[in-house]
């Protein structure tokens, strides 16, 4: 069974459950085995639930014994029941379980209601056992909270799995589950997707609840997954989009759009690095190949430049990212009943939080024009093509601890939060800016203007490390990148490409 449960998808296992073929106990406990043998080398999970999840698997198998609470295929509402499941450790609240969001401020928080995505999880049949990794606060594009040690990749341990949705993605690449929950501010489900070798969509802003127990300044972040196959991700949008009474892959579904043909598409290849300075040889690589497979799919592929003020973009993006910072940890007593203290937060986290709250208050409406700005431009530029490619990242993953801020950067950090003068505030956001987005700085555009916009993973480099690229198309118009992603996915399969279970470190 080790092997079929590789071998299948959420939408096969839960397949496997219906026709009774497997119980979801076996699956669990599978889930389970996988986790305690390769967690230890990736670091993805950060809270085990498995009793639980066990009489779950258990009482369901009973009622399915006894004819009870079938899932006869005709609506998508117990579409993936008794497949195992992981939620990430941000934001998406579980009731009854710890959710520490990767920092030490919230480590003793137990929400007492489950977040709508994670209600909406659990009617679908998806069983939580564990939660996932993820940055402190989702603050930063690689996963190495001080709280629970850094998350590996399970391609390279060496390397980052990405972040904030790092543990979420290291876990499904490295075969524990084949979909898992993941959030997008900046880049936090496609940056995990490519680093990890999986597809990641960030739905359109308002597709899917919000879960995040904070007011949401700019509408950058929204939840979704990582998963390993397009069909999964396309019935998990319609779980969590209101589709779940409709027939299961009915036309007008995501599901049912990702089972269609793809008519030949109008794409703009755009050569910027967006609000990255540069791509590196590996990345261009990876979107030329990809521009390559899709003009030999028969797509039209225009060369175009943006011709946007990155620089602006890069402060606007950075403003509203404070500001989030400051509702989160200088007001974390709001969420906790508790006073944040500083040794409780990490210092790039306490330190932003400072500049938003220093800056916030006359910087955040220029942001939020630029914000808008931004946004008409690339609603302009869809309204000429039906889907825009680009770099998902700047370059492969970084190396463990390559992002870390230096001690001379640490001492900044410490003297801006202790004297609070406003040119050394910039002057630290600028900083933090270039050397975030110089890796990380291909995604936001897309949290800004609410567009969709997917990593798939048709590239890796010559040190096997993956390396996906970024599709993105106007608001409202996921059917069109899953069409094209179930496409890309038949012409290069990327399913069984799979890590070894622990990687040789190099």
Known sequence: MQSDYLAHDAIGLAELVRSREASARELLDIAISRTEAVNPAINAIVLKDYDAARQRASRDDANRANGANQADGGST????????????????????????????????????????VVALAKA??????????????????????????????????????GGSSGGAAAAVAAGIVPLAHASDGGGSIRIPASCCGLFGLKPSRGRVP??????????????????????????LLDLLAGNADRP?????????????PCKPLNIAYVTDPMLAFSLSADSRAALEDAAQLASSLGHNIEPVSLGIDFAAVRHAFLMIWSVTAEEMVLNADRITGRKPLRDEFEISTWTMAH???????????????????????????LNRYDVLLCATLADAPIKIGEMHPTSAERMQMRAVTAMPLEALMK?????????????????????????????????????GLPIGVQFATRNGGEATLLRLAAQLEAARPWFDKRPPLIPARS
């Open 77 to 116: 509402q117990a579409a993936l029941a008794g497949v195992p499941y992981l939620i990430k450790d941000l934001g998406a609240a579980v009731a009854g379980l710890r959710m520490s969001m990767g920092s030490r401020h919230y480590r003793h928080f137990i929400p007492t209601e489950d977040a709508p």
């Open 124 to 161: 679908a049949g998806l069983n939580i056992f564990a939660k996932t990794s993820t940055s402190e606060l989702g603050q930063m594009p690689y996963t190495e909270p001080e709280l629970f040690g850094a998350c590996r990749n399970p391609w390279n341990l060496d390397h980052t799995p």
């Open 210 to 235: 919000r879960a995040t127990p904070t007011a949401a300044v700019g509408e950058l972040g929204i939840d979704h997954a990582v998963s390993r196959s397009v069909r999964d991700s396309a019935l």
């Open 248 to 260: 299961l892959g009915a036309p007008g579904t995501f599901l049912g759009a990702s089972r269609e």
């Open 355 to 381: 500049i938003g709250r220093k800056l916030g208050e006359h910087g955040l409406p220029s942001a939020l024009e630029e914000q808008r700005r931004i946004t008409e431009r690339l609603t302009d530029l």
């Open 427 to 463: 002057k630290v956001l600028t900083e933090a800016s270039n050397k975030g987005f110089a890796w990380a700085g291909c995604t936001a555009l897309f949290n800004l203007s609410g567009q969709p916009a997917m990593s798939v993973p048709l590239y890796w480099n010559a040190r």
